[in-house]
């Protein structure tokens, strides 16, 4: 009993170590699995990043920070898709529990995911590289997004931000949660979900 104890807190933690690397997941998996899945999630999640700030780089640069909201709040959803469909059968949504777009809030299982990287976070002074979880069905790989200074614009201090971009925020976004955060915090996460049978051909 006490065994099964210890055995479930180790795997609540999230850390097990298979092949001498630890593996943060949230069941025991084979490692040739977790890399199946790591490479699943690193491609669509790097993907989608770079879009996002190629874009937001060029809307920032062209149309200033009102118009980059408007091109940033059309498009993340839209890139979001073409990546999904460009690496198929999976899904990609953003999410944080300091949201800003309703549609991004978390799930149970999301916000479980970010309560690890909080916790470990927390615990440890840094974030873990990766969360996997499975849940019904599919596999969801989490990658963890830190705030970097072109993020600040329109995530930081509302004191030191551009009056009519505050504007412009309040009006799409009402209830905007995702203001306050300084360089280097964690802002939130990329889901990438994969359907069980993708990963179960590919570790065939
Ligand atoms: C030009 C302004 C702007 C910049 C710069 C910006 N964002 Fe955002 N961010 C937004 C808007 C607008 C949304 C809401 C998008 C939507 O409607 O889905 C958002 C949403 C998000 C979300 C989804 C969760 C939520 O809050 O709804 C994450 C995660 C996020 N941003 C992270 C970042 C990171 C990391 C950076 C820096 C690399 C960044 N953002 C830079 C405007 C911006």
């Given amino acids: 009993m006490k065994r099964a104890g210890i055995v479930i807190a180790v795997l609540s933690a999230g850390f097990l170590f298979g092949c001498g690397q630890p593996q943060y997941t949230n069941i025991d998996m084979p490692p040739k699995r977790v890399k199946v899945i790591k490479d699943f999630g690193e491609d669509a ?39 999904a469909e460009e690496i198929g059968d999976i899904k990609i949504k953003r999410t944080s529990f300091k949201y800003r777009n309703p549609k991004n809030k978390p799930d149970k299982y999301e916000a479980e995911a970010l309560r690890f990287f909080e916790k470990t976070l927390k615990e440890t002074g840094k974030l873990p590289p990766y969360y996997i979880q499975k849940v019904d069905g599919e596999y969801r790989y989490y990658k963890p997004l830190k705030v ?39 802002r939130g996460v990329i889901r990438v979900s994969i359907p069980e049978d993708v990963i179960k051909k590919s570790c065939l």
Avoid: W
């Fill in 148 to 186: 970097q200074n072109v993020c600040l614009t329109c995530h930081g201090d509302p004191n030191h931000m551009d009056e009519k971009l505050l504007k412009k925020l309040k009006e799409l976004y009402p209830q905007d949660r995702a203001t306050g955060y300084k360089l280097g915090d964690f």
């Fill in 45 to 83: 999640s790097k993907m989608l990043l770079k879009e996002l700030k190629k874009e937001l780089k060029t809307a920032l640069k062209t149309k200033g920070p009102v118009g980059a909201v408007e091109v940033c709040s059309k498009k993340a959803l839209e890139i979001t898709e073409e990546v």
